[in-house]
């Protein structure tokens, strides 16, 4: 008998909703290889959107829009999970009866995962779909090929693929930024003890006012947290509410080449238009949304700063919305007085005997102060990785092997492939989700990282196969 050929070995960085999703596609599409999922956390297939939650926090689109191609299929699998089951009626019955409307609490989607990648995972040698726990925190210096882990353990590897999923928030900068120091400050609202020692009555400063600052006014909520929440950003807008029902066909690409203020106002026109017609708005930018990509390709450096500048935060709130029930347990906060939302600047910072004054210049004038037990850093995933001292983005930049975008939001890829100090495509290191969005722009749902993911592992497992490009999104469906 001759020596078997070695086993092609695939390490995939992150077990969130990325890596886990292709890592399970991966080892079906090629069951001759190794593929290698390294994650630190116990929980697989979660991450941070799918596991640092509560079953107050519903996924943002209905189910139909998480069939991720797996089997069983995610609706299936609700109607035949026990533990789904009351939560699952009274969301039919929320919807009217319609199963594939209904918005379930992300904690579900996440337990759908990590059961499908239990179900897949082998404990032996050979090929198939294994898992380290580790973190990863640089690759071997070429020519070898492969991960190192904080516990000094390397693993060798053909090909790498980056699926680290969100960075946690930035400090948002401003004045008096001493308080970024202090105790007073959470910087990230999802660490594990991030509200330690907060009492129930404890006022709070809110700084954002996205869809990570609704999470956190649920999760305080759920936690039995009564006391005044400010929630404060420049604009002071809240994410808007999903709605169901109609249709409306695709029109961006027609316009193509056209200004961010220009697509802006076509997308207003539009929205006009359907409204005329009784077709909801959401259905204009559902419409809109798989043209994306598209459209941001199309624009040049100068372009894209002026739409990240001016118009990035009202697209936002109209693309990232959320489910009714959700804005409807949002607006009894309000209505209760024990959540308000403020438009404004912040002007500074003052300790007091009674916690952290806070000085705001609202947008409608005047001067508002608060004091608050703790300031939370609402202000959403950091995206600027150029000067991070995370080790495994540092390796990669100290190595060459990877560079930042001149706006702040990734890394440079070329149809998920990184590009090196010489700008030059690897044919060995890859990237899916976030750290994708600067050729992307919007990478961050499940449908659209779905079809990032299929694509690479059909590059992959084919090397002969078409690559991703900005058409693939157009099929993406409404809902997104």
């Avoid at 918005?103 to 995962?113: D, E, H, K, Q, S």
């Avoid at 609202?189 to 956190?216: C, E, H, M, R, S």
Wanted: hydrophobic share 45%; proline share 7%; with cysteine.
């Amino acid at each position: 008998m001759g020596t078997p050929l070695p086993v092609h070995s695939v390490a995939v960085i992150g077990g969130g909703l990325s890596g886990t999703l292709f890592g399970l596609k991966l080892a079906t599409a090629r069951p001759d290889y190794r593929v290698i999922v390294i994650e630190a956390t116990r929980r697989l297939g979660r991450g941070l959107a799918y596991g640092a939650c509560t079953p107050r926090h519903l996924l943002n689109v209905p189910i139909s829009r998480m069939e991720v191609g797996l089997a069983p299929g995610f609706a299936d699998w609700l109607t035949t999970n026990p533990a789904a089951q009351d939560e699952l009626a009274a969301a039919i019955a929320e919807s009217g009866g319609d199963l594939q409307s209904v918005f379930m609490p992300r904690a579900l989607f996440g337990a759908y995962l990590e059961e499908r990648l239990e179900d897949a995972i082998i404990t032996g040698p050979g090929p198939g779909l294994t898992v380290v726990r580790g973190e990863a925190i640089g690759l071997l210096a070429r020519p070898a090929r492969g991960v190192r882990l904080s516990d000094g353990r390397e693993i060798a590897a053909d090909t790498i693929v980056l699926a680290t999923g969100n960075l946690a928030p930035g400090a948002p900068g401003g004045p008096d930024r001493w308080l970024y120091d202090s105790n007073a400050f959470v910087p990230d609202p999802w660490a594990p003890d991030a509200f330690d020692g907060v009492a129930a009555d404890d006022p709070l400063l809110l700084l954002g006012t996205g869809l990570t600052t609704v999470d956190i006014v649920l999760k305080l909520g759920a936690a039995g947290h009564r006391g005044p929440i400010l929630a404060t950003s420049r604009r002071g807008l809240l994410p808007q509410v999903h709605e169901a029902g109609g249709a409306w066909p695709a029109f961006l690409e027609a316009a193509l080449p056209a200004s961010p203020r220009a697509l802006m106002r076509l997308v207003r026109a539009q929205v006009a238009a359907a409204e005329a017609q009784g077709v909801p708005w959401q259905r204009v930018f559902d419409a809109a949304r798989p043209a994306i990509p598209a459209v941001w390709g199309n624009w040049s450096i100068r372009e894209k700063r002026q739409f990240l500048r001016h118009l990035r935060t009202r697209w936002d709130v109209h693309r990232h919305r959320m489910a009714q029930r959700i804005a409807d347990a949002l607006q009894a906060e309000m209505g209760k007085g024990r959540l308000e939302v403020l438009a404004g600047r912040l002007r500074g910072y003052r300790r007091t005997v009674d916690g952290i004054e806070v000085t705001l210049a609202p947008r409608a004038g005047g001067e508002r102060r608060f004091t608050a037990a703790r300031i939370v850093n609402c202000t959403g995933p950091r995206r600027d990785v150029g000067g991070l001292a995370i080790p495994l983005i540092a390796d990669l930049r100290d190595q060459g092997l990877a560079i930042p975008d001149a706006l702040g939001l990734g890394l440079e890829t070329e149809n998920c492939a990184l590009l090196d100090s010489s700008h030059r495509p690897s044919t060995w290191l890859f990237a899916l989700g976030a750290l994708t969005c600067p050729q992307w722009w919007e990478i961050t749902a499940v449908p659209e990282i779905a079809v990032q993911v299929d694509r690479l592992v059909g590059q992959l497992a084919n090397p002969e196969a078409v690559q991703l490009s900005a058409g693939d999104f157009l099929d993406l469906g409404a809902g997104i």
